[in-house]
């Protein structure tokens, strides 16, 4: 009998998800439109400031992940863990609590990925730098391909090993994302 996800240990989840990056795929933009429909429709009674395509799979022509990632932007007012409730009453898993910042997943079976996977970062309005991250390779090719290049060279390394290959990822992000403040300001 097959374990409940919940009921698996962090080495089981990351042998069950591994990492694996695949060719760029316009796909991606069709399921991102599709996901922030069925959000728009789950959250129509809460205010929300901005759904937005991130990560790698929102930047053109890069390797990426099969697993498009969404940020929800909700104003300070609004409490963050009613919404975090509704998403999850709409059959989204909550990864991760952290402070003011909540994680969902939606594609995550007791077999492995469903043909379509799903990150949502619920957060508060600000709290957007994968924003400027995207919109700068998407602006600066150059560096989406020294990006991609980096996750290449991670992916083998750190197969079944989600943390190691965020946190290897950080350093190159944190810099480009700071120079992408610097040129777009206050854009978001």
Known sequence: M???LSEMTLEELWELFPIFLVQHDEKWSQYYMEI???LQKALVDYPIDR???IGSTAIKGIWAKDIVDVLIEIPKYIGIEEVAQVIEANGFIRMSTEDKRVLFNKGYTNDGFA???YHIHL???GDNDELFFRDYLNEHSNIAKE???LKL???KKYE???DAYTDAKTDFICRWTSEARKIYGDRY
């Open 51 to 53: 759904i937005s395509h």
């Open 153 to 155: 060279v991670l992916w």
């Open 2 to 4: 097959k374990k409940e």
């Open 115 to 117: 043909n379509k996977v």
């Open 147 to 149: 990006y991609e290049n």
């Open 36 to 38: 922030e429909d069925l």
């Open 123 to 125: 957060r508060y309005t």
């Open 160 to 162: 079944h090993n989600r």
